[in-house]
């Protein structure tokens, strides 16, 4: 049994769900989510909750059981609250800045690196060493974030490059000198 997917999905005051068959359609005060989800599971809304089970007993029907719900939550915390990941430039002169609505990054290249955001994500630069994107869909943010990493993804000898908040970067011991 699921432990995940047993748990019901409560949704709050301002979000309306739409259930038509597989297709499910989230609305909220930040955006609007929709999500096909596979045929071994059942979503159904009972009492301004959402509970999510499976059709049958089989392994997949299972493992489809607490990601269905997981994907679903996401989608209902997202139109009501919002997600963030906030990353974080070290190095000497690295640097990013926002032009408006792109973040342009200066990273060590010959050039500056621009991102344009997607629709539904918004940057926010708060000083010049730190970038906040958010958005509504979980996914999303966390696929901007990492391509905004992968920029200069950070190095193990000095620690330099983007990495997100509060990652632990493991670093190596560099050349000892000549004897």
Avoid: C
């Amino acid at each position: 049994m699921s432990r995940i997917g047993k748990r019901p999905i409560p949704v709050p005051a301002g979000v309306e769900v739409k259930i038509d068959g597989q297709q499910v359609e989230v609305k909220g005060p930040r955006g609007q989510l929709a999500r096909e989800f596979h045929p071994k599971v059942r979503i159904a809304l009972e009492e301004n909750q959402l509970v999510v089970s499976p059709v049958d007993e089989s392994l997949e029907a299972r493992a489809q059981w607490g990601l269905g719900r997981t994907l679903l939550a996401n989608m209902v915390e997202g139109v009501s609250r919002g997600y963030e990941k906030q990353l974080e430039l070290t190095g000497v002169g690295y640097r990013a800045s926002k032009q408006g609505q792109k973040v342009v990054l200066t990273v060590g290249y010959s050039h500056p690196v621009e991102i344009d955001p997607p629709s539904g994500i918004q940057f926010e630069v708060p000083n010049p060493t730190n970038v906040v994107v958010r958005g509504y869909d979980r996914e999303l943010v966390g696929q901007v974030a990492a391509r905004i990493r992968s920029v200069r993804p950070p190095e193990p000898y000095k620690g330099k490059g983007i990495h997100y908040l509060g990652e632990r970067i493991r670093r190596k011991v560099g050349k000892t000198g000549k004897k």
